[in-house]
């Protein structure tokens, strides 16, 4: 399993664009890159995921570096609704969830 | 489709108490996740089930627990002679594997346990 490195937590102001890193130097060529992430009391959630070009959905956009071995991603117009921690993670069926990055949105 | 449900949402029992949780995927999902979460921490995997078969188990599920997966349907998990350190969100998840395109799970509310 591909091993990831988020920070452990960020802050942004309301209405403002968050950029979430992740490191996954270990990442193999043929797995997708996953984010999801757990609103306090709630199972986690699938944001968003991609392979090797940038990906955009409702939710949030997927910056994938050209060597895969790091991504970035991006919340728009953050709200206090986006607070949660924002998982990594390579690879596909079983998760390994990390710490994750614990993001604080200001209002 | 109303997604990924679990059944009880929260449960409280003796310790020594057997408990069972059931949890509905996605119909048409042919995989089945079962994760532990404990508070300040991240989801860990317990096991996972393709259609009936159960294809993976963590050293996490001691012989204490069992999932099973009948009908390639819902899914079960069985907790015996509870212990206090059973206490904790029990999380599902399915997921429609696709080679190629990659695969995406989607989770329940989770069952919260308390073993007292």
């Known amino acids: 399993d591909a091993k990831t490195t988020q920070p452990n937590s960020m802050e942004s102001n309301e209405e403002e664009p968050v950029h979430l890193p992740c490191n996954h130097s270990t990442i193999s060529g043929t797995d997708y890159i996953h984010w999801y992430r757990q609103l306090p009391s709630q199972g986690p959630e699938y944001v968003i995921h991609g392979l090797t070009s940038n990906v955009n959905n409702r939710m949030a956009s997927l910056a994938i570096a050209e060597d895969r071995k790091s991504s970035t991603l991006i919340l728009h117009r953050a709200t206090l609704r986006d607070a949660a921690v924002y998982y990594c993670i390579p690879g596909d069926d079983k998760i390994i969830f990390g710490k994750g990055t614990r993001l604080h949105i200001l209002p | 489709d109303t997604g990924v449900s679990q059944d009880p949402r929260h449960k409280i029992t003796k310790r020594g108490q057997n408990v069972t949780f059931r949890c509905d995927p996605i119909?048409?999902?042919?995989?089945l996740y079962w994760y532990r979460q404990t508070l300040g921490q991240g989801p860990e995997f317990l096991t996972y089930?393709?259609?009936?078969?159960?294809?993976?188990k963590s050293r996490l599920l001691s012989d204490r627990f069992s999932a099973e997966r009948p009908k390639g349907s819902f899914s079960t998990l069985e907790i015996q002679r509870t212990e206090q350190g059973d206490s904790a969100m029990y999380l599902c998840?399915?997921?429609?594997?696709?080679?190629?395109?990659?695969?995406?799970?989607?989770f329940g509310p989770g069952t919260r346990l308390l073993v007292l």
């Open positions: 119909s048409e999902h042919n995989r």
């Open positions: 089930f393709q259609n009936e078969a159960q294809l993976e």
């Open positions: 998840a399915s997921s429609l594997s696709s080679p190629g395109l990659g695969e995406t799970q989607y």
